[in-house]
């Protein structure tokens, strides 16, 4: 063997270069271990749908010609950990120079890196073909700069790999119809059951068991939902160019009831962020399926829907990457407002009378997943109103969801959910009453707490929370432009409602076990 090639759980990139040519002296290794499952409490489904991946990836690549060393999490000779095992596969290819693809994670990345410096190992980093722009994106677009703009970036993405451009100006006349994306479900909209695979996943869930892994959440091991082949893979991005893309950007924004939808859990959203961050699907791939779909069917679907989906992809996930890589290691520790209250109980069985918060913490504990409007608006505000510790916030998000990594966790998190990044990613904090949640869904009408009473018994907690996060924080948010119609609203409300609204607020953060 005169060459290692490490492939991380989230590198299942079949189109990367590495796999152009078979070497019959190239060894290609792949490891399940503790290390990974341990650095943070993982929903039971995340660990068996990466593995699951990882042992189709490889035979898959075995099968094509290449050599491939598995080791799997209950192999005898397994360390548990990256570098030990590497260590020791060196140990038996003396000659072997070792190669791997940068990672996404500042975490793996920094433990091979300083493994190596002490270890005196050259690595030869080769990138992992996968995203658009390059980690340093942000210093090289936009020098000198430190605020960035996520819309400034994703209009350059969009022109540098003319992606509904015509000329220089965008398809359209606009780059953006984001107006036309913020409504409300109506209740008589059917909503298309998802096209999930049913995967019989039942081996590696007994071995996860039997290993003791501190796990959570629900899993049904012979009809597992999540895709873990590329095949399967592109089967949900054509079920989603062909039943959902007509009506995602519409009802991006929308949550609803499981009383009064079916499939509420998805609506119309991809589900493709697991198969996309696991790299089965480039994002390129996506966008052109989607692309091909529009233009294949123009007439009965709206730009709006298009181009909503496409800054996802181009836009905001490439962005979020490049605030993490600009960032890190400093990121993971900012706490800009201070917060240090523990997360509730009910974050962790979905136990509440708050209707929003219980329907999207169970479905996540069901599934592994929520749509966006989910994790911004209903726990993350949740948990930013009630001011919890971003460590802990963090360490859910990263825990609990298929498509978790940090470098797209931590940014979400910390940064636009938690406003913990003093307004890196977002210019405001993104917090609201009941009054949204009650417009944008339709938990309310069910729902133990009265969205429109503000203080008192049956009051919705996001009220007086909401109020109390702006007096709590005043000082810090006092020259925030964006604030100063909230502000001008809190300052208009009289001293006994201020007081009211602040004594009910603490009532609910020392009694939030009972919320
Ligand atoms: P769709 O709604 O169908 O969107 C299509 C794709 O766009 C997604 O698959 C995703 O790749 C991309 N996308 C959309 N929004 C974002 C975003 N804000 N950042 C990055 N990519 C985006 N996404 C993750 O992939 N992993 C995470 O760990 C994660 N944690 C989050 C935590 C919080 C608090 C919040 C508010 C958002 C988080 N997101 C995360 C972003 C987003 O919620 C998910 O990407 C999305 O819900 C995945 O479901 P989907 O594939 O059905 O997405």
């Known amino acids: 063997i005169r060459e290692v090639r490490l492939v991380l759980g989230d590198q299942l990139n079949a189109k990367h270069t590495w796999w152009r040519t078979q070497h019959d002296n190239v060894l290609y290794v792949m490891m399940e271990m503790r290390q990974e499952t341990d650095y943070v409490k993982h929903h039971i489904q995340k660990i ?22 598995y080791m799997k999490l209950d192999d005898a000779n397994n360390t548990q950990s990256l570098t030990q095992n590497l260590a020791a596969i060196l140990a038996q290819h003396p000659n072997a120079k070792l190669s791997c693809m940068l990672p996404d994670e500042y975490r793996v990345d920094h433990q091979l890196r300083s ?65 036309d994306n913020r409504n409300k479900l109506p209740k008589s909209s059917s909503v298309i059951a998802p096209s999930c695979p049913a995967n019989d996943v039942t081996d590696i869930h007994q071995m996860v ?26 089967d949900i991005l054509s079920f989603f160019c062909q039943h959902q893309l007509a009506h995602f950007g519409t009802y991006q924004d929308a949550i609803t ?31 052109n399926a989607v692309l091909t779909h529009w233009r294949e069917n123009e007439g009965t679907i709206s730009i709006n829907q298009v181009e909503g989906f496409i800054r996802q992809i181009i836009g905001w996930r490439e962005f979020i990457r490049a605030i993490y890589w600009h960032h890190m290691p400093e990121y993971k520790n900012l706490n800009a407002l201070g917060h240090q209250r523990d997360l509730p109980k009910f974050f962790w069985d979905g136990e509440t009378h708050m209707r929003c918060l219980s329907q999207a913490i169970k479905q996540s504990l069901k599934y592994a997943y929520a749509h966006h409007i989910q994790r911004l608006m209903l ?60 417009k944008m869904s339709h938990h309310c009408s069910q729902c133990r707490y009265n969205p429109d009473k503000k203080t008192g018994e049956g009051s919705c907690p996001f009220n007086s929370l909401y109020w109390q996060f702006l007096a709590r924080h005043e000082s810090h948010f006092s ?29 609910y953060l020392n009694n939030m076990d009972d919320l």
């Open 257 to 287: 009831d499981t009383e009064v939808h079916d499939h509420a859990w998805s609506l119309y959203h991809s589900r493709l962020s697991f198969a996309m961050n696991s790299k089965m699907l480039h994002p390129m791939e996506v966008v």
């Open 379 to 438: 726990t993350g505000n949740f948990a930013l109103l009630a001011g919890c510790d971003p460590d802990q916030v963090d360490g859910w998000y990263l825990g609990i969801y298929i498509d978790a990594l940090e470098w797209v966790e931590l940014p979400n998190t910390r940064g636009m959910s938690q406003y913990a990044d003093n307004g890196v990613l977002a210019t405001k904090p993104y917090i609201s009453s009941a009054n949204y949640i009650k």
């Open 209 to 234: 068991t039997q290993q003791d892994i501190n796990y959570f959440g629900d899993i049904d091991p012979q009809h597992f939902i999540w895709p873990t082949t590329r095949k399967q893979a592109r």
């Open 48 to 69: 068996v749908a990466f593995f699951a991946a990882m042992r189709n990836f490889a035979s898959a690549i075995e099968q094509a010609g290449h050599r491939v060393h």
């Open 479 to 507: 020259n925030n432009q964006r604030m100063a119609m909230m502000y001008s609203v809190w300052n208009k409300k009289t001293q006994e409602e201020q007081k009211a609204l602040a004594k009910q607020a603490e009532y």
């Open 115 to 179: 493994w190596a410096g002490k270890e005196d190992i050259h690595i030869d980093w080769v990138d992992s073909e996968h995203f658009l722009t390059q980690r340093t994106v942000l210093a090289e677009w936009f020098p000198g700069r430190d605020n960035f703009l996520m819309e400034s970036f994703y209009r350059r993405v969009r022109k540098q790999f003319d992606i509904m451009m015509e000329g220089d100006k965008p398809e359209g006349g606009q780059w953006n119809y984001d107006h």
